[in-house]
């Protein structure tokens, strides 16, 4: 192996010799490079140049791994943050959705509060105060069904309900208020009575009759209402009459066979009469109805009656004379008065006639101003 070529050490010369000659193709050993400062300089920069290369190399090796490591972390961190946000998301809408509905209920229990609150203070006035609003309107009731319909029975009990009331209170100043009920109890039972119902009742009794009563125009009329014969007449020709003593058992055996033989005259009397009658009539026109035109006359009759009725109830004194007599003109005009129906239906009618509709009613303003007046002091 060629040696390296040295080169010469110009130290160890002294100074003005000639070099020797030098042989140029010859190589440099290793020894002499390593002799060399700047080449030992320049390796030990490379080594150390490629030692911190290796090094760099692998500490940015491990930092990307790091790196990659935390960012796959990072990853599932943001993974997991997105879903915890979207779950909060969800859970502030179900708060908010709650905090509404909470919202309203609140407001409905402050409005229930209220209404409880004004339900309390309406509750808590003065009692005398809720026993005054209750009598007026008691009153008012009763002063109206009064006038309208003449109940007098009604505004009686009213006043009476009213002062019963009044009396259970210790309040003085209601002595005033009971002596002005007192006076409209007393101008009340002053009144004269009318049986309201029961003239009503025995109009509606003959409107009832109206349809059984004989006409002028029917081809059979009937036998006129018979008078009344004494108890002991009809009961000794019917054969029931007491045993006589028996001093007079013949005279009552005579007296019973005149009594049958008089019965059997009568009826055979009766009997010849109905083979011909001869009857004077006072209006002729009556004879003269037609069956079409009976039913209208007595539905007309019917309706008289009931516009009687209802003037009796309105407390009409004009209108209910008006259509009685109108009822009664006709009964006498149409309808065959010698029957019993016809008589007991004009005997119903004169009854109701006899009756004094036209009572003026007195008013409860009496009574109303009291209250109205101790209901307006402060």
Request: charged residues 20%; glycine residues 2%; aromatic residues 4%.
């Amino acid at each position: 192996m060629n040696d390296l070529p040295t080169l010469p050490d110009h130290n160890s010369k002294p100074a003005g010799t000639a070099p020797p000659y030098v042989n140029a193709a010859a190589p440099a050993t290793m020894t002499d490079i390593l002799q060399r400062p700047m080449t030992v300089a320049v390796i030990v920069i490379a080594l150390l140049l490629a030692a911190h290369a290796w090094s760099t190399r692998n500490s940015l090796q491990k930092l990307r791994i790091e790196v990659a490591n935390r960012l796959q972390k990072a990853e599932v961190v943001n993974t997991e943050t997105a879903a915890t946000m979207r779950s909060v998301q969800d859970l502030t809408r179900d708060l908010q959705a709650k905090l509404t509905v909470l919202d309203n209920r609140q407001l409905e229990a402050q409005s229930q509060q209220l209404a409880l609150e004004q339900l309390y203070q309406d509750l808590s006035k003065n009692r005398d105060e809720w026993a005054l609003a209750e009598i007026e309107q008691v009153l008012a009731t009763a002063s109206q069904q009064l006038q309208l319909a003449g109940n007098v029975r009604g505004a009686l009990i009213a006043l009476q309900n009213a002062d019963r009331s009044l009396s259970r209170s210790d309040t003085p100043q209601f002595i005033t208020i009971r002596r002005a009920i007192a006076r409209d109890i007393e101008k009340l039972q002053a009144l004269p009575a009318l049986d309201l119902v029961g003239v009503a009742l025995r109009i509606d009794n003959a409107i009832a009759q109206v349809d059984t009563l004989p006409l002028l125009s029917d081809e059979k009329p009937v036998l006129p209402a018979r008078p009344q014969r004494a108890r002991g007449t009809d009961a000794i020709a019917k054969g029931t009459a007491p045993a006589a003593p028996v001093v007079a058992v013949n005279e009552g055996y005579m007296a019973r066979a005149r009594a049958t033989w008089n019965a059997w005259i009568s009826e055979l009397w009766d009997e010849l009469r109905q083979l011909i009658r001869v009857r004077k009539v006072d209006t002729p026109e009556a004879l003269m109805i037609s069956p079409e035109q009976t039913y209208f006359l007595r539905e007309n009759l019917k309706l008289r009656l009931l516009n009687a009725r209802l003037a009796l109830l309105s407390r009409n004194e004009a209108a209910f004379r008006a259509d009685l007599e109108s009822a009664q003109l006709a009964l006498t005009r149409y309808f065959d008065t010698r029957a019993a129906h016809t008589q007991s239906v004009q005997a119903l009618l004169r009854q109701v006639q006899a009756n004094n509709v036209a009572i003026e009613m007195p008013s409860l303003a009496d009574s109303l101003n009291a209250v109205r007046n101790y209901k307006s002091k402060p």
